[in-house]
């Protein structure tokens, strides 16, 4: 209790500094979606983002140095998930890791029926419950915030996994406040998510990337990122999981996104 509340104040100190100039210069030139929110939000955001550069450890891989432009680049994508909502701030993870572009893993792959592949595969990112960390790759960091409209973006969708953890199981769904949402949550998201599965099973083309056909936990992340970055048409085809979307981020990013309106 009494560490909660020293926590509270740490954090409610560290939110009311004045951001560093250098950081508000690293954002407007890398993340597009900075300017295209209204002012409240921006410095909501620029609070936030000076307790995650706080709390996150973040450590170089493959020969790669950490920057202020790469911690803040990864900040200020991650932060834009806890907007408006009282928060833990990703509670259990400690360490990013960042590799300057794809790595690889060792890994089996499923590819068809009972055929499994294995061997070493390119990764982009990761997140892991059990350890705390995230891998991501600088270079898709990087174009991901440049093109805030093009449906992906791995920061969100690696953030998103955390934010499923923080109710302690890796199901899809994240922490919703009331008993009336989680159940229109499982109602809505089981139904999508059937669709989904259905399409990519005919090859139909689909709003929501494919890969959120693989369990209900890619399909969160991957509706994470369709919903920041292409609200419009998510809203338009996909009514009632956005709807959900939007009740448990409680914004509503078709006001600020910079996705065309027919595309
Ligand atoms: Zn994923």
Redesign the pocket.
Known sequence: MIFGLLKERRRNRLRSRAFPKTWLRIIRRNVAFFARLLAADQAELLGHIQVFLHEKRFEGCGGLEITDEIRVTIATQACLLLLHRKTGYFPHLLIILVYPSTYMVEAHRHVEGPVWEEGRMPRIG??GRQMGTMVLAWDAVKSGAADPSDGKNLVL??FA?QLDYENYAADGVPALATRKQQFSWREVMRTEFASLCAAEETGMPTLLDS?GATNP??FF?VTTEAFFERPRLLRARHPRLYAELKDYFEQDPVEYSAEKAKD
């Open positions: 990761e997140t969708h690696e996994h890969y936990v890619e992340a």
